[in-house]
């Protein structure tokens, strides 16, 4: 039998108790379940239930965060076993198990070609358990791999003997049949913009592979990459001192360079497993060539260093992404920072016109470091993006359920729902021909570094906007503004309506109606892809807006007329509201207004002169007759 006075906090204590240990899912259920077979009340349940859901979401998040923290730790593995110099083999193998182990896959292998031979081998496996594919030949272009090394980009198939877009051969299809391959992924191996071997993973069953993945196995093929190129560098260079014995001070000189890089390297990895920042890497760059580097992100604004016109180094940055080199632009050396063919950035090198293969090698191995703490960044950023997204749907779904909650909630996640915010609605300017999730990503990239929040929520992105202290926080501005470059970063006209500033969970939900209305009101005027909001659409701001400001719409239409008979002492006003309620007419209107006609039309002409040659138009007409009777109805 059950005390009446029982409370829920044993149960919450051995939620805790089993978050801490890294209990599985299943065990958080049985929490619940023993506190109804004690016969606990139903509010206790309830408490239960709900403390259960949250123990859940946390042990995801927790889980999410130790895979994540799983990946890296394996790239800066990677990276240490880069910098140690150890033998190829050893390092291939490394990254292929790594690759396995990160994407979950069956087997991961990586292939070279073989120059004598005229055909691709099987370097490294992992996971095979088929002698018929471990020693497995591909002729050059044939199968996946062939794809990948003719096109220098990642492929995919969720099923490989289905997918026809590669040249299938009796040997390759053999071979993967008998190691029961399905699904496929082959990313490139480059060097100088060069494919020099192919990274894959597979599994024996279908299944599709993220974009994550596909740019975490990149940049482990970017370290084997580093690795067959390093060792091919020593090889070389043993090559030159065996046959070059006349020439033993230039040997010296090249195997100073070779060990400055090698140093190099091992600096810059230091600093990126002792937690180091892009500017950081950058200082120490710049002190390692003698020269200035500036750091800039996908959208050319500088992270480090000195900013650079984005417009006059676009062509040098797309040289270096298709060599997967850098390049000499005037005095300024200029690296992509890439992350398979994604584009996190570029780093730009000035002082150094002069800059010799090995600097110029060293310059762009600081270019893949950049690009790893860059992932990380981005990585650490989406998850916190995520988390603040479920707040947002939240809030916008049920604001009134626990405004409290849903306050403590956000200030735990570095939202303060209490402070002033512009709420921002986007929508694609053509839905039939855009990608939401394109925008949904344009939307985090144009919060980034902000304490902005944003999340899909029906048919838009809505992006809740902190308004800076100090300043007014304009919703047209900000929507016109955003419209600009969100349209920019997803590659497609985007419609934006803003509404607020707006504070706490109840006004931020009626901010997000109206900024809707106004996309709507947008579309419906034909002015889809330009950003506004309610308070500057005319008569359609009054009829959309929460706040219904007629003062503001009525002196803002009939404001120069206003003011000219206030000074003047006419009856600009009076006169057009006879016009107007005349139907146009002037015999009738000199008549209401007991004037001679002429009257009327040096009025009139007075009229278009103070609004414009427009004012007769139908649309603007629609709006002077609203304010008109606005003005009436309050008495003006």
């Not at 130790?66 to 910098?83: K, Y």
């Not at 239409?557 to 007419?585: M, N």
Request: proline letters at 4%.
């Amino acid at each position: 039998m059950t005390h009446p006075h029982e409370s829920a906090a044993p149960a919450l204590r051995r939620l805790l108790d089993l978050l801490a240990s890294g209990a599985a899912t299943e065990d958080f259920a049985d929490v619940l379940a023993d506190a109804r077979r004690r016969g606990a009340p139903a509010a206790v349940l309830a408490e239960i239930d709900d403390a259960t859901w949250q123990a859940l979401r946390v042990h995801r998040t927790l889980r999410q965060h130790r895979r994540r923290e799983a990946e890296l730790t394996a790239l800066f593995d990677t990276a240490g076993d880069l910098a140690a110099s150890r033998e190829p083999d050893t390092v291939l193998q490394a990254i292929v198990r790594r690759a396995r182990m990160l994407l979950g896959t069956d087997t991961a292998y990586l292939t070279l070609p073989d120059e004598t031979a005229g055909d691709t081998y099987m370097r490294v496996t992992d996971g095979s358990v088929s002698v018929l594919f471990q020693t497995l030949r591909l002729s050059l272009g044939d199968g996946l791999g062939g794809l990948v090394a003719q096109t220098a980009r990642p492929y995919a198939t969720p099923d490989y003997r289905a997918d026809e877009r590669f040249h299938h051969t009796g040997t390759i299809d053999a071979g993967v049949l008998d190691e029961g391959l399905v699904a496929i992924i082959g990313v490139p191996l480059l060097i100088g913009g060069q494919v020099i071997g192919v990274l894959f993973a597979a599994d024996r069953t279908p299944r599709a592979f993220s974009p994550d993945e596909v740019a975490l196995l990149c940049t482990l093929a970017a370290h084997a990459a580093i690795a067959l190129d390093t060792a091919k560098s020593l090889a070389d260079t043993r090559a030159a001192l065996a046959e070059l014995n006349t020439a033993n001070e230039l040997v010296r000189a090249h195997s100073a360079a070779v060990q400055r890089a090698e140093q190099a390297h091992d600096r810059l990895t230091d600093l990126v497993l002792r937690g180091a920042e892009v500017p950081d890497v950058a200082a120490a760059v710049a002190a390692l060539l003698g020269g200035e580097i500036a750091v800039l992100d996908a959208e050319g604004e500088p992270l480090a260093g000195r900013s650079a016109p984005a417009a006059e180094l676009a062509g040098a940055v797309a040289a270096s992404r298709t060599e997967g080199r850098s390049v000499l632009h005037g005095e300024l050396w200029v690296c992509a920072v890439l992350a398979g063919h994604d584009a996190l950035g570029t780093l730009v090198l000035r002082g150094r016109p002069d800059l010799d293969d090995a600097d110029r090698r060293l310059f762009e191995r600081a270019g893949v470091v950049t690009a790893l703490l860059l992932l990380l960044r981005r990585s650490v950023a989406e998850t916190e993006n995520r988390i603040r997204g479920e707040l947002l749907t939240d809030l916008l779904t049920a604001p009134e359920r626990d405004p409290a909650g849903l306050t403590a909630r956000g200030r735990r996640l570095g939202v303060d729902l209490a402070r002033p915010h512009l709420v921002l609605v986007a929508e694609p300017a053509e839905p039939a021909g855009a990608d939401r999730g394109r925008l949904a990503g344009a939307a985090r990239r144009y919060l980034f570094g902000s304490r902005g929040v944003s999340a899909e929520h029906g048919e838009a992105v809505v992006l809740l906007v902190p308004v800076e202290a100090g300043t007014a926080g304009d919703p047209e501005e900000t929507a016109r503004q955003a419209a600009e470059q969100l349209a920019r970063l997803a590659g497609f006209p985007v419609t934006v309506g803003g509404a607020g500033p707006s504070a706490g969970p109840a006004a931020l939900a009626a901010a997000h109606a109206e900024g809707l209305r106004c996309v709507r009101a947008l579309r419906v005027l034909g002015r889809a892809g330009e950003g506004s909001s309610a308070r500057t659409l005319g008569f359609l701001g009054v009829l959309l807006g929460d706040g219904h400001d007629v003062d503001g719409f009525v002196g803002a239409t009939l404001g120069p007329l206003l003011a000219y008979d206030a000074r003047r002492g006419t009856e600009l006003v009076r006169t057009l509201r006879a016009y107007f309620d005349c139907g146009g007419s002037l015999t009738r209107a000199k008549d209401e207004l007991h004037v001679h006609v002429n009257t009327v039309v040096q009025r009139l002409d007075r009229v278009e002169a103070l609004l414009g040659q427009d004012w007769n138009h139908p649309e603007r007409s629609l709006e002077l007759r609203l304010a008109l009777r606005l003005r009436l109805l309050a008495g003006g």
